[in-house]
């Protein structure tokens, strides 16, 4: 019942800012087709362990194809 009102806490308290104001949406990247990806980092698990693993990291030595599954793995 404790975890359940800590989440519930925190949940609450991270919808708003430190003074009760509310925080604003990121702007939206504006990368189009055949731009550059940005970097940035990732956790992988492979089922054992989860390790970081950033676009960087492939840069120069392998072909990166990005896909994004808005609603993967969640029942919807």
Do not use: C, W
Not at 6 to 26: H, N, T, V, W, Y
Not at 40 to 64: E, I, R
């Amino acid at each position: 019942m404790r975890l359940r009102m800590l989440l519930i806490a925190a949940m609450l308290l991270g919808s708003r800012s430190a003074f009760g104001q509310e925080k604003k949406p990121p702007e939206p990247l504006k990368v189009k087709v055949g731009d550059v990806a940005p970097d940035f980092t990732l956790l992988a698990f492979d089922g054992q362990k989860v390790t970081p693993v950033s676009l960087h990291d492939y840069k120069g030595k392998k072909n990166v194809a990005l896909a994004f599954y808005v609603f993967a793995f969640t029942g919807g």
